[in-house]
């Protein structure tokens, strides 16, 4: 069965250093989110894309984060730099039809990137 | 925007019980999926489910999209199940991002 690749796994830095986390879709996937989810709390999208554009990112802390899915299909979410509230659970997920589209379709999660800014 | 609240907030259960979890939304919803986050943090598509019913082993769930709520059953629990559940929603806008509810933390013990 097909799965959403994260890497790594888990990640511990210090405040003022720079992160990065990557992505891999399902194949065949157009739309990637990035959502992060903090402790004893749901996920919330930071960041939306079909293919390579960016559909949303109003939640994405531009100051210090970046992210960018260049060929439409992995996906990279940086930090730079990295501050103690962003500890956290980042996790991506993909989804079959393009934004725009139904609505009624199912998001696969990958594993997510457990982060620690010391 | 929505608002998704989920109950009830914990739940502790022995093995073998029965249990149901609900999921209220103030507003219409275009897609609604259960979740259930492991220990790990992974999360795993239990249903998508935006009314209706449907079964899937020991879990089934009911959405009652008029009424503005879903529900999850859980038969005949085992300590796997333990985790957080979450239920999740699309609606309006132009996006498809979830929106998702508060959760409910489960432990099944043996």
């Known amino acids: 069965e097909a799965e959403v690749a994260q890497s790594p796994r888990y990640k511990i830095t210090e405040k003022s250093q720079a992160v990065a986390f990557w992505c891999d879709p399902i194949?065949?996937?157009?739309?990637l989110y990035w959502y992060r989810q903090i402790l004893g709390q749901g996920p919330e999208l930071l960041v939306q894309?079909?293919?390579?554009?960016?559909?949303?990112d109003s939640q994405l802390p531009k100051d210090r984060f970046s992210a960018e899915r260049l060929k439409g299909v992995d996906s990279t979410l940086k930090i730079q730099p990295a501050e103690l509230g962003d500890s956290a659970m980042y996790l991506c997920?993909?989804?079959?039809?393009?934004?725009?589209?139904?609505?009624?379709?199912?998001?696969?999660f990958g594993p997510g990137t457990r982060l620690l800014v010391l | 925007g929505i608002q998704v609240e989920q109950s009830p907030p914990d739940l502790i259960l022995q093995e073998g019980a029965n249990s149901t979890l609900r999921c209220n939304f103030s507003d219409s919803v275009n897609n609604l999926q259960w979740f259930h986050q492991n220990p790990w943090g992974q999360l795993i598509n239990l249903f998508y489910i935006p009314s209706g019913t449907k079964q899937n082993g020991r879990l089934s769930a009911t959405t009652v999209a008029t009424e503005r709520y879903s529900l999850l059953y859980i038969s005949s629990s085992q300590t796997t199940d333990s985790g957080v559940y979450f239920c999740a929603v699309v609606y309006g806008g132009a996006t498809n991002k979830l929106i998702f509810g508060t959760g409910t933390l489960l432990a099944v013990q043996p």
């Open positions: 997920a993909s989804s079959l039809m393009p934004s725009g589209g139904p609505k009624q379709e199912t998001q696969y």
């Open positions: 194949s065949g996937h157009a739309t």
């Open positions: 894309f079909q293919d390579e554009s960016v559909v949303d």
